[in-house]
Nanobody
């Protein structure tokens, strides 16, 4: 069974930073993409960032220049560095991994940006 474990959320003030991490483990052969979606009350689910097996990165327009996704040294681990956080970034962030046609999800981590 494939499991994704994510962490790093919390409460920060506007302008602050957080670093999310996500590690995939279990019976997975290869990962095409890993990244994060986020879901906030009253807003559509949004793909925030992703990184491919070739380390190609992509970001939503709302986070470009502020968030950086990267691959860790550990196997199947990615990080999302979130800087200059805004109240609009408040959401539950869900890590995902795509392996062929299968998609796996992390448990979600709450990010709250509030003064």
């Amino acid at each position: 069974q494939v499991q994704l474990v994510e962490s790093g959320g919390g409460l920060v003030q506007p302008g602050g930073s957080l670093r999310l991490s996500c590690t995939a483990s279990g019976s997975i052969s290869s990962i095409d993409f890993m990244g994060w979606y986020r879901q906030a009350p009253g807003k559509e689910r949004e793909l925030v960032a992703r990184i491919s097996s070739l380390d190609t990165t992509g970001y939503s327009d709302s986070v470009k220049g502020r968030f950086t996704i990267s691959r860790g040294n550990a196997k199947n681990t990615v990080y999302l560095q979130m800087n200059s956080l805004k109240p609009e970034d408040t959401a539950v962030y869900y890590c995902y991994a795509k392996d062929g046609s299968r998609i796996y999800w992390g448990q979600g981590t709450q990010v709250t940006v509030s003064s």
